[in-house]
């Protein structure tokens, strides 16, 4: 089975840094994705790791390791536009296929 | 605009009724996907297809029955509706040839309201 675990919510002040994790236990590994979901909106692409590291992207960084099935998304100088829900998917098969998303965590920054 | 694009983006209707959500992608792609968004935001995979060929079709009433007509289009019929149908169901394309790293594309998303 597929199985991504991720907390349900979380909390920051502007300017802070805010690390959501998420680990996964899937039938196969082709990457692992984050999405940003404002409510009432379509999710957005984030990011895309398939090499354990980090990947940087201006204020957002994910990291990936896969030999423990674990990932985090760093949101750093945080603002209030970044309020929102963040989701962790898995492509567990070949490229193509579905992504197969985590619960989500929403995230509210306060000022 | 490229983009994938749903209607209607609102449908409220009775039990028993059975209503369609279209779904058009101008990408290029050729994966698309439904997804269902339940009120606890989890957003789980109920079909997808690839150049108009079913290749997913998760654990969904038979009552679901997605159409493509097109590497450009997927619809989605939903016979005889229930309560418990009432979510968000988003469409989204992916474009296979990219490899693993091509990301989902949503669409704005469908709320269905039955009552």
Known sequence: GQNIDQPTEMTA?????????????????NGLF????????????????VL???????RFSSFLSR????????????????????LCAVRPNQ????????????????S | DTAVSQTPKYLVTQ???????KCEQNLGHDTMYWYKQDSKKFLKIMFSYNNKELIINETVPNRFSPKSPDKAHLNLHIN?????????????SS?????????LHFGNGTRLTVT
């Open chain 2, 95 to 103: 474009r296979r040839e990219l490899g693993y790293n091509s990301p």
């Open chain 1, 13 to 29: 002040t502007e300017g802070a840094i805010v690390q959501i994790n998420c680990t996964y236990q899937t039938s196969g590994f």
């Open chain 1, 95 to 110: 490229a193509g296929t579905a992504l197969i998303f985590g619960k989500g965590t929403t995230l509210s920054v306060s």
């Open chain 2, 80 to 92: 005889s509706l229930e309560l418990g149908d009432s979510a968000v169901y988003f469409c989204a």
């Open chain 1, 34 to 49: 984050w999405y940003q979901q404002h409510a009432g909106e379509a999710p957005t692409f984030l990011s895309y790791n």
């Open chain 1, 52 to 58: 354990d590291g980090l990947e940087e992207k201006g």
């Open chain 2, 15 to 21: 039990m028993g009724n059975d209503k369609s959500i």
């Open chain 1, 67 to 86: 030999s423990k099935g674990y990932s985090y998304l760093l949101l750093k100088e945080l603002q209030m536009k970044d309020s929102a829900s963040y």
